[in-house]
């Protein structure tokens, strides 16, 4: 490994490491709540995500670097690592870190959010057979900038609507953030096409075992949607958890 390069990672896992020592005399307990985050774990989790964003801009940084000096072997070398950092599965440890708030009014038509959209969708579209995982996050990397740095486009709900897809696929496994970005979904459009709760209530019902969630989201699909794919699958699971047949529309 080349020194720039490995001097770049032990900086970054040297941030990572160093978060522990924030804070050292708040208690493990303090203020903390079911469902909610401490101080301290606020404190933690906001370091890591400023240490992955400091390490993402010193490779970004040197890789400017070797452009402007035509170092065309170490260009490379960085690319190969902003492309590995960029592929690894990231959990925000703190869901109200990760999502788009709640207070947006996203209803403007943006053309770049537009464009984003599409580009991330030609991503997850795209047929391959070993480019799959690949796809998977350059989706997620298009799509996370469409809600951070486009948070008034009328493509917001869009965007959750693929993350929430991401996060429940096999590339990434991260449930509970799939069912928190489905929910944004209907969030923002309460009478929203997608079947955002429908899928929310089955990551609910398989990977998070929590029926009592799951339940409420399959009749909610059943009493505002009419989509006839949707509401039979609705109107199956949700007999299948109450173990009776449900009234039809």
């Known amino acids: 490994m080349t020194t720039p390069t490995r001097n770049l990672r032990l900086a970054f896992f040297s941030l990572c490491c160093g978060v522990a020592l924030l804070s050292p005399n708040m208690s493990a307990q303090e203020d903390a709540s079911p469902g909610r985050a401490s101080r301290q774990e606020q404190a933690l989790v906001k370091a890591v995500h400023t240490a992955r964003d400091e390490y993402q801009a010193s490779l970004e940084r040197l890789r400017g670097f070797y452009i402007r000096s035509k170092n065309v072997e170490m260009q490379y ?3 190969q690592e902003l492309s590995q950092f960029h592929m ?4 925000p440890y703190i869901l109200d870190f990760d999502l788009p708030s709640k207070d947006l ?4 038509n943006v053309a770049e959010a537009n464009k984003i959209l599409a580009d991330a969708r030609a991503h997850l579209e795209r047929p391959t057979l070993t480019e799959s995982a690949k796809n998977y996050h350059r989706a997620e ?3 996370r900038r469409l809600i951070n740095d486009y948070r008034q486009s009328d493509k917001l709900d869009d965007a959750c609507y693929y993350l929430g897809d991401i996060y429940s696929s096999k590339y990434f496994e991260q ?3 799939s069912v928190a970005f489905y929910e944004r979904v209907f969030w923002y459009d309460p009478a929203t096409n997608y079947p955002a709760r429908l899928k929310a209530a089955l990551v609910y019902e398989k990977q998070l075992n929590d029926h009592e969630r799951a339940k409420q989201l399959f009749q909610d699909v059943l009493q505002r949607h009419t989509d ?3 509401t039979r699958e609705a109107r199956r699971h949700l007999d299948k958890l ?5 009234p039809k529309r």
């Not at 690894?88 to 959990?91: A, E, L, R, T």
């Not at 109450?242 to 449900?246: E, N, V």
């Open 105 to 108: 009014k996203p209803n403007q």
């Open 175 to 177: 449930y509970r953030r």
């Open 141 to 143: 990397l298009l799509l």
């Open 77 to 79: 070398w960085v690319e």
């Open 88 to 91: 690894m599965v990231k959990d």
């Open 228 to 230: 006839p794919a949707q």
């Open 242 to 246: 109450l173990g009776s047949r449900t």
